[in-house]
């Protein structure tokens, strides 16, 4: 069974970096058929992917267009965990992140498991 | 990108009784199409993946169906513990995962 642990703080000020990490239980960062998500949620965004990191042979990363140039999500293969790391955070970044497992089938993955969720709340 | 649209955005239905959800995408998915379940207060759960399969413990009276841009879940006799926000997403095109805005399924 695996099981998704997440930790990180709930409160981060404004222009400051949300870093939240993702323990993994029951499987390996490394699997080659699956990749580690970070998603979030909020009233006014829904459920937002915001990227992954996937190893396939070699270590790749997408990111969601709208974090593009803040994001970064790392593995940790020493611990089994993956890492979001968020710069320069605003008011609109407030919102409960989840880390997923993707099951992939030739690229298309979808998240079976989930982390049980952090709200992140950005204010001063 | 591709836009998910779900419809309608919240559903009463008696205990019973058939409930019906729906899922647009602005292009097609072929059969990356997944079902999510949330309750308050917890992540989504997965119930649907490739338009029909159900996900491990997701009773027989689920079930995905549609092709290409139109897609439903119907849940053939409403429990009282189905209640919830179901989620379609899809995951077979840019960006890799895109939800729906979800339906809200009220029990009656």
């Known amino acids: 069974q695996v099981e998704l642990q997440q930790s990180g703080p709930g409160l981060v000020k404004p222009s400051q970096t949300l870093s939240l990490t993702c323990v993994i239980s029951?499987?390996?960062?490394?699997?080659?058929?699956?990749?580690w998500n970070w998603i979030r949620q909020s009233p006014s965004r829904g459920l937002e992917w915001l990227g992954r990191?996937?190893?396939?042979?070699?270590?790749?990363?997408d990111y969601a267009v709208s974090v593009k140039s803040r994001i970064s999500i790392n593995p940790d293969t020493s611990n089994n965990q993956f890492s979001l790391q968020l710069t320069s955070v605003t008011p609109e970044d407030t919102a409960i992140y989840y880390c997923?497992?993707?099951?992939?089938?030739?690229?298309?993955?979808?998240?079976?498991?989930w982390g049980q969720g952090t709200l992140v709340t950005v204010s001063s | 990108e591709i836009v998910m649209t779900q419809s309608p955005a919240t559903l009463s239905v008696s205990p019973g009784e058939r409930a019906t959800l729906s899922c647009r995408a602005s292009?097609?998915?072929?059969?990356?199409i997944a079902w999510y379940q949330q309750k308050p207060g917890q992540a989504p759960r997965l119930f649907i993946y490739?338009?029909?399969t159900r996900a491990t413990g997701v009773p027989a009276r689920f079930t995905g169906s549609g092709s290409g841009t139109e897609f439903t879940l119907t849940i053939s006799s409403l429990q009282s513990e189905d209640f919830g926000i179901y989620y379609c997403?899809?995951?077979?095109?840019?960006?890799?995962?895109?939800f729906g805005q979800g339906t809200r399924l009220e029990i009656k």
């Open positions: 997923t497992r993707g099951t992939c089938t030739g690229g298309s993955c979808y998240s079976d498991y």
């Open positions: 292009q097609s998915v072929t059969s990356n």
């Open positions: 029951g499987d390996s960062v490394s699997t080659k058929s699956v990749a």
């Open positions: 490739s338009v029909s």
């Open positions: 997403q899809q995951y077979n095109n840019w960006p890799p995962q895109a």
């Open positions: 990191t996937y190893y396939r042979s070699k270590w790749y990363n």
